[in-house]
C-alpha cells in the first residue's frame, strides 16, 4: 500500500502542477491578447512611462500638460517605456512582465522551501498553494507592478535565506540582496517589509555585517535615486509619493471587502488548516493553553526561520488590510502576505510528516494537494466568466474607437480614462490617470482637472460616469453595443455644436474697433 501511494504522490505532485500551470497559462493568455483596459486602467502608466524612456522626469507634470500622476516607482516605467519604444503602443509587453514574473516568484518560493525543510513534498506543497491562490488568478497578466516588486524581492530573500554556510563577509550574493532589494523599492514603493526580513535573518544566522551591509546598502542607494528624482521634477516626486499619498482616502469597508474576498478563496482556508495542523501536531490540540518555555527554547524559537516568517506574514497581512483601505485599492495587496503564506506551508508540512500525523502523511500529502487544486479550479472558473464577461463587450470599445476616429479630426487631444483608445482612434489624450485627480487627495489635482474639462479645449472626452456634471459642453454619443451586463462601460463625450463654434471664436484673432 505504502508503494502504491509513493508512487500515486509523484503523479499527484506533477498532475497538480501542471493542471494549476494550464490554469494560469489559459488565463494569461486570455489576458495578453485582449486589446484593451483588464479593468484596471492599465494604460495610465503610459504617459510617465515613455517620458521615462526618454530620458524625462515623470513626477513633475501633475499640474502641468500632459497631466501625469505617476504613482509607482521609475523603475517599472522605465522597464514598460523602453517595451513601448521597441513595441509602439501595445498593452501585451507589461502584462507579460508579470506572467514572467510570476514564475520567478515561483521559482523563488521553492528555493526558500527547500533551503528551510529538505524535503520535496514540504516545497511542492508550497508551489502548488501559491499557483492556487485567488490573488495570483487575478492579477497574473495585468499591467501592474506588483509581482514585479515581488519578484526583484523575494529573489533577494532567497539569496539570503540560501546563505546559512556563506561567511560574513561582503561579496557578489550581499551586492545582489542590495540590489534586487532597491530595485524592488523602484517598482512600487510598498516593498519595504522584504528589506526588514533580509536583515532580520542575517542577524538570526550571526552575520552582523551583512545585515549592515544590506541595511545601509539599501537606504544608501534609495535615498540617493529618490533625491535625485526629487531634484529634476521640482519636487513632484516626493509631493506625489509622500505628501499625497499620506491624503488619499482610505474606507475600510473597501479593505474589509477584499479581506473577505480571501477569506472566499478556497486555499486560503486549506493553507491555513495545514498551519494549524503543525502547530497541533507539535504543542497539542490546546495550542492556547501551552507552558510557558525555557528561556532556552525560546530564544532557540526566536532564532528560527519559521518565527521570523511567522512574523512576516503577519506584518504583510496587517500591511495590506490596512493600504487595501484606501481609494482605488485591490486584492492585490494581498499578494506579499500570500506568497510568505506559501512558504510557512511548506515549514508546516514538514512539522505535520514529522509528528503525530506522520503515519498518515502520505494520504494527507494526497487529500491536500488535491484540494490545493480544486481550489485553483474554483478560482478559475470563477475567472473565466469575467474574461467572457470582457470579451462580449469588445464590441462596445470597438465602437468608442470608431466613433472618436470618424468624429473627432486626427492628432486632437482628448481626455480618455483608457489612453489605448485615443491612441487606437489616432488621438493625443491627456489625463491618463485621471483617477488620482478626482478621488480627493488634493484639491489642486482636483481644479486642474476641472478648469481643463470646462474649458472646452478638448474634442472629445471619454468618462467613467454618464451623467457626470463636469461633461458640461459635452454630449453623450450613443451606441449601438452595450457592455456586458456584469462588465463595466465607459461613455464618449464629444464637444456640442454650440461649444465648437465658441471654440472657433476664441481661437480667432481679434479685431480692433473702428471708431
Given amino acids: 500500500m505504502r508503494q502504491i501511494f509513493s508512487h500515486l504522490n509523484d503523479k499527484f505532485d506533477l498532475g497538480a502542477l501542471i493542471a494549476l500551470a494550464l490554469l494560469l497559462a489559459a488565463l494569461s ?23 521615462s524612456a526618454q530620458g524625462e522626469n515623470p513626477y513633475g507634470y501633475a499640474l502641468r500638460e500632459p497631466f501625469v500622476m505617476a504613482p509607482y516607482g521609475y523603475f517599472y516605467y522605465l522597464l514598460v517605456g523602453i517595451g513601448l519604444r521597441v513595441f509602439g503602443w501595445q498593452l501585451w509587453f507589461g ?14 518560493i521553492a528555493k526558500i522551501a527547500w533551503a528551510l525543510t529538505r524535503e520535496r513534498r514540504a516545497a511542492t506543497l508550497a508551489v502548488i498553494f501559491f499557483l492556487s491562490t485567488n490573488v495570483l488568478f487575478h492579477w497574473i497578466g495585468v499591467h501592474r507592478p506588483d509581482l514585479l516588486a515581488m519578484a526583484f524581492s523575494f529573489s533577494a530573500l532567497a539569496l539570503v535565506f540560501t546563505s546559512r554556510d ?13 540590489a534586487l532589494l532597491a530595485s524592488a523599492f523602484f517598482f512600487k514603493q510598498t516593498a519595504l517589509l522584504p528589506i526588514a526580513v533580509a536583515v532580520a535573518r542575517y542577524l538570526q544566522l550571526g552575520k552582523f555585517r551583512l545585515a549592515m551591509t544590506v541595511l545601509v546598502g539599501v537606504a544608501a542607494i534609495c535615498s540617493v535615486i529618490a533625491l535625485a ?44 488548516a495545514v498551519v494549524y495542523g503543525a ?3 507539535r504543542f497539542g490540540w490546546a495550542p492556547f493553553k501551552i507552558a510557558p518555555l525555557k528561556r532556552e527554547r525560546l530564544i532557540s524559537l526566536l532564532q528560527s526561520p519559521g518565527a521570523l516568517l511567522l512574523a512576516y506574514f503577519v506584518a504583510a497581512f496587517t500591511f495590506a488590510f490596512v493600504t487595501s483601505a484606501r481609494v482605488g485599492a485591490y486584492i492585490n495587496y494581498y499578494l506579499e502576505a500570500l506568497i510568505v503564506l506559501a512558504i510557512i506551508v511548506a515549514l508546516s508540512w514538514k512539522q505535520v510528516s514529522a509528528g503525530r500525523f506522520g503515519g498518515w502523511s502520505r494520504y494527507l500529502y494526497v487529500a491536500v494537494i488535491c484540494l490545493f487544486t480544486l481550489g485553483g479550479e474554483v478560482e478559475f472558473w470563477r475567472l473565466y466568466h469575467a474574461e467572457s464577461f470582457r470579451y462580449r463587450s469588445a464590441a462596445y470599445y470597438r465602437e468608442i474607437v470608431e466613433t472618436l476616429a470618424r468624429e473627432v479630426p486626427p492628432q486632437s487631444t482628448i481626455i480618455s ?28 489635482l482636483r481644479e486642474t482637472l476641472q478648469r481643463e474639462i ?4 478638448y474634442a472629445a472626452i471619454v468618462w467613467v460616469q454618464a451623467d457626470s456634471p463636469m461633461m458640461k459642453g459635452y454630449r453623450l454619443a450613443p451606441m449601438k453595443n452595450t457592455t456586458h451586463e456584469k462588465y463595466y462601460p465607459v461613455f464618449l463625450f464629444l464637444r456640442d455644436s454650440e461649444s465648437k463654434s465658441n471654440q472657433a471664436k476664441l481661437a480667432q484673432p481679434s479685431q480692433p474697433q473702428s471708431h
Fill in 279 to 281: 502547530v497541533v501536531s
Fill in 229 to 272: 528624482l526629487n531634484a529634476t521634477s521640482d519636487g513632484g516626486y516626493f509631493w506625489q509619493h509622500l505628501t499625497l499619498m499620506r491624503q488619499t482616502p482610505q474606507n475600510y469597508d473597501w479593505a474589509l471587502k477584499w479581506f473577505i474576498a480571501i477569506f472566499k478563496s478556497p486555499s486560503t482556508w486549506i493553507g491555513l
Fill in 29 to 51: 493568455v486570455s489576458r495578453l491578447i485582449y486589446p484593451f483596459d483588464l479593468g484596471h486602467f492599465e494604460a495610465c502608466v503610459w504617459t510617465p512611462s515613455l517620458m
Fill in 454 to 457: 470646462s474649458s472646452g479645449r
Fill in 166 to 178: 556563506e561567511p560574513d563577509r561582503i561579496g557578489w550574493r550581499a551586492l545582489m540582496v542590495v
Fill in 95 to 108: 502584462r507579460a512582465l508579470t506572467v514572467v514574473a510570476a514564475v520567478v516568484c515561483v521559482v523563488c
Fill in 417 to 444: 480614462v483608457h489612453p489605448e483608445l485615443a491612441i487606437a482612434s489616432g488621438h493625443n489624450y491627456h489625463f491618463g490617470d485621471f483617477l488620482q485627480y478626482g478621488d480627493g487627495r488634493s484639491e489642486r
